[in-house]
């Protein structure tokens, strides 16, 4: 038997996942969403203010509430993560382990699989996102030099185990440690493999994407520049058609450039938003990466020597800044948040705020801060 709404939520407009839809409600089912429509003419509506919508989607999380992956490869730390993202309206993580020992990967291996076959496995955690070894050492950025290594069997034997499980899987490559044989080897199990820390030229870039790569790593940040006749990894990454993540905190890339490499891609809907966020998301303000001390000072996670040092920033930051500072329209900076990692994810249910959890739905105020979860916006208030 088909559920029948219990009541009707009637928020000013609703993301569907492709658009906004004002005059529209959604029907809730008790816990659940049901779907969008007209309510009937003697429903009971629940009218709310703001912008309802399907909750964040995070692609590139290192760490949260204290836990930080490289330093914690157990269930427990990715449900910390997850926790914390959620608090700020990410509903959905792909927890990121960076360059490190070979032990470090393969234990962050063991705890997703673990988290995975759990009896109810949390529908926050979406897969892995492997970020290195095989970079380039010119662009690691913060990763380890010393852990910095060519593509090997022991990585793709960790890709099989994740995919044997349905378990998603990213995995961040440079063209200087990878060949476009192991990359369509990668692709042939079913991960997605993307470009990034790379100090190549757009032609080598170009033989992975022809090789199956389908992805680029936090847009201009560790990839070689754009110049006028070197189009570098950055050049390659606007050019192509492949999904690109990039930061939106306003210190990572600059404002105008996040505009620019929007307006400049030759197909819509391929960028995607992210945090990179480190564990002080959610958590205290410093934490230790590779033994040195790493501390938060005016919204820069920075090292002993002053380098940058991974992101201190929500999706709901970035969402808001996207509308507000770098002016993207609301559909696409949505979209960005939403509809687009759904698409890397290739799980469209994602997108949607139909056929969902109530706490997986947001509202956003007409500042674009999120304001509550239809879950929340709906319990019973204290008398």
Not at 194 to 212: F, K, M, P, Q
Not at 278 to 301: A, K
């Amino acid at each position: 038997m088909t559920a029948k709404p219990d009541l009707w939520l009637l928020p000013d407009a609703i993301y569907d996942g492709t658009r906004l839809r004002p005059g529209l409600a959604l029907g809730i089912a008790g816990t659940r969403s049901l779907r969008i429509g007209t309510p009937p003419t003697d429903a009971p509506i629940h009218r709310v203010k703001g912008t309802l919508t399907a909750g964040f989607l995070d692609l590139q999380v290192n760490g949260g509430g204290d836990a930080l992956l490289n330093n914690d490869q157990s269930p427990q730390a990715l449900h910390r993560m997850a926790a914390a993202h959620r608090r700020f309206g990410t509903v959905g993580i792909l927890p990121t382990v960076i360059t490190d020992a070979p032990e470090v990967l393969a234990r962050a291996v063991d705890a997703i699989l673990a988290a995975n076959a759990e009896p109810q496995p949390n529908r926050s955690l979406l897969g892995l996102h492997i970020e290195g070894p095989h970079l380039s050492i010119p662009r690691r950025g913060t990763h380890a030099a010393e852990h910095v290594r060519p593509f090997d069997a022991t990585t793709l034997a960790h890709v099989h185990r994740l995919r044997a499980e349905g378990i998603f899987v990213k995995i961040t490559v440079a063209p200087e440690s990878i060949t476009p044989q192991d990359v369509a080897r990668l692709a042939g199990t079913g991960a997605t493999v993307s470009i990034g820390h790379s100090d190549a030229t757009a032609e080598e870039v170009r033989a992975l994407l022809d090789a199956g790569a389908t992805c680029f790593t936090h847009l201009f940040n560790a990839m070689s520049p754009m110049l006028n006749r070197a189009p570098g990894v950055t050049g390659a990454c606007i050019n192509s058609t492949a999904f690109a993540g990039i930061i939106c905190d306003g210190i990572h890339v600059a404002d105008e450039m996040v505009g620019l490499a929007i307006r400049a891609r030759p197909v819509p809907g391929r960028m995607f938003l992210v945090s990179d966020a480190m564990c002080t998301v959610g958590g205290s303000d410093h934490f230790r990466l590779y033994g040195q001390d790493i501390w938060l000072r005016d919204g820069r996670l920075v090292n002993a020597e002053g380098s940058l040092a991974g992101a201190h920033v929500t999706m709901a930051e970035g969402l808001r800044r996207l509308i507000t500072v770098v002016g993207i329209g609301p559909e696409t900076a949505l979209d960005m948040a939403v509809a687009a990692p759904a698409r890397v994810l290739n799980r469209p249910d994602l997108a949607t705020p139909e056929q969902r959890d109530t706490a997986d739905l947001l509202l956003l105020g007409p500042d674009w801060h999120v304001t509550a979860t239809v879950a929340a916006a709906l319990a019973p208030q204290p008398a």
